[in-house]
């Protein structure tokens, strides 16, 4: 059985049809790619799978279970959504990596939080001010942020739009990382390099899976 299943989902805000009857299927581990031109509902269709954006229709499954039947929060632990625009809250890098551990009632593991800052080249990070930070480094922050506990699918919004060489290359060997982990990734890129390196390409065009 397929680790998740996108079934028949369409997304219509009025008159306004943005996705039509997607279907696809993810296995465990797999790295999917999902491209196409600006405006095309790849966005919309990211956060329908991550529970942020509910279907007009069709439906969602994560391991056979559908996506309704799911506590919310319980899912989103599963499914993690990485935005565009990385949102940091309160006043250091702390103060983020805490929340994931608060959010399940558990003790703060700085080492692991150490360990995950290490690997994305801030290891000297923890206690910096959020203010102090350049696009880059918020970005690496909000990605590690999702990755404390480990979810099944790791959902990315364009994560490396307007990021230089270097910061790529940090996130890529973060993903690959992930990868071996048995992480399942799914992102969205207009990055012809990227795509280039996709192991599977799902392209959408105004709102249909070509």
């Known amino acids: 059985m ?10 219509q805000i009025e008159e306004k049809q943005l996705l039509k009857e997607i279907s696809f299927e993810v296995q465990q581990g ?5 491209t196409g031109p600006s405006g095309s509902g790849k966005s919309t269709l990211l956060k329908i799978i991550a529970s942020l954006v509910t279907a007009t229709s069709g439906q969602i499954y994560l391991d056979g279970q559908a996506q309704t039947s799911f506590l919310l929060n319980e899912y989103r632990q599963e499914v993690s959504y990485c935005f565009q625009q990385p949102s940091l809250f309160g006043k250091t890098v702390r103060d983020n990596l805490i929340f994931p551990f608060t959010v399940r009632n558990q003790p703060f593991d700085e080492e692991l939080a150490l360990h995950y800052l290490q690997k994305v080249a801030l290891a000297s990070f923890l206690d910096k001010k959020v203010t102090e930070l350049s696009g880059g480094e918020k970005q690496r922050i909000a990605l590690i942020r999702n ?3 480990l979810p099944k699918i790791l959902l990315l919004d364009e994560v490396t739009v307007g990021l230089d060489a270097e910061n790529k290359q940090i996130i890529y060997q973060l993903l690959h990382f992930l990868q071996e982990k048995g992480v399942t990734l799914i992102q969205i890129t207009h990055d012809a390099e990227e795509i280039s390196q996709a192991s599977r390409i799902l392209v959408l ?3 249909v899976l070509r």
């Open 30 to 34: 797999e790295f999917v790619t999902l």
């Open 2 to 11: 397929a680790q998740l299943q996108v079934k028949q989902v369409s997304y």
């Open 205 to 207: 065009e105004k709102g």
């Open 147 to 149: 990755l404390l506990f």
